[in-house]
Each structure stands twice: as C-alpha cells, then as structure tokens.
C-alpha cells in the first residue's frame, strides 16, 4: 500500500504546460519578431540590396502651403517647423555612407479646387515616398552612397522642390 501511495504522489508531482503558458509564450514570440522585422528593415534601404549597418539620419519634413501661396516643404523638430526663407524648401546637407531617413507628413489641408496631395522623390537613391493626403505620413530610409547635390521634388507641384547634399 505504501508503493501505491508513492506513485500516486509522483504522478501529483509531474509538471503540466498550461494553456496559458503556451499563450504567453507566443505572444512574446511573435512581439521579439515583430520588433526584430522593425529593426532590420530599418537597416535595408531603398537603394540597396542588403542590409546595411551604418548610422542613420533622421530628416523629418512637412509638406505646406506658404501665405503667399507657394507649396514648398518645411523641416521639422518635435512636431515645430524650423526656421527656413517663407515659401521656399530647404537645403539638406547628408553625410556619405550614413542611412539617410525622411519622414514625410502632408500637413496640407483640403482647399476647394486645389490637390491637397504631396510626395517626395529623389531619382539619383530610387527614393519614392506615395501621395499622401492630409495629415497622412511615410518615410523612407536610403544610403547615402554617392557625393553631390541632388534634386527632392513633389511629382504633384512642380515647383515644390528642394536640394539635398552628400558630402
């Protein structure tokens, strides 16, 4: 009788996995990957077909209308346009070999007769960011391989565009 009591007890021990275990344990499975996924396409620019481990620089921009009536881009930090000339965009100085990250929000909003889309494109690193409508955002990541002063323009406004120098 004894014996039995024994088994009885070890088989009382024995650990189950529990259905909620299991549950906890996917969610943060599927949490490291999903940040994991972030972080490496971080690192696969526009303009490359691999990863790139460089330091990257963060360019935020929005797209505006001037007082005098001018579409034009305008830099921004922490949501407060910078100093920039009224109705003209800005001139970006980048450096070579850094990851290169525009953040575009349209802060256009809708006139009667008037496209309240904007876009940006730089042709020379195959940097496309979509039409985005107001208060829409994007952003784009691309290496900065090559020196010189490039051309960033709006597909929408022609003469909505600005320059942006690799040194």
């Known amino acids: 009788m004894h014996e039995n009591s024994f088994r009885t007890m070890n088989k009382k021990k024995s650990s189950k996995i529990s259905r909620s275990s299991i549950i906890s344990v996917t969610i943060v499975t599927g949490v490291i990957i999903l940040i994991s996924s972030i972080v490496l396409n971080s690192f696969h ?9 460089a330091p990257t620089t963060n360019l935020f921009l929005k797209a505006v209308k001037s007082s005098q009536g001018n579409y034009h881009y305008q830099t921004t930090k922490g949501g407060k346009s910078l100093s920039s000339t009224e109705g003209t965009s800005p001139s970006l100085t980048v450096s070579k070999g850094n990851i290169i990250q525009i953040h575009l929000i ?6 009667p007769n008037s496209p309240s889309k904007h876009n940006l494109n730089i042709d020379e690193f195959n940097v496309h960011i979509k039409d985005l409508d107001y208060f829409q955002t994007d952003e ?15 597909s929408i ?3 909505m565009m600005g320059s942006i120098t690799v040194t």
């Open 45 to 53: 620019p526009v303009n490359s077909d691999s990863f790139v481990f």
């Open 106 to 111: 349209n802060e256009e909003k809708n006139q």
């Open 140 to 154: 784009v990541s691309f290496l900065a391989d090559k020196t010189g002063t490039f051309e960033y323009y709006c």
């Open 157 to 159: 406004h022609p003469d």
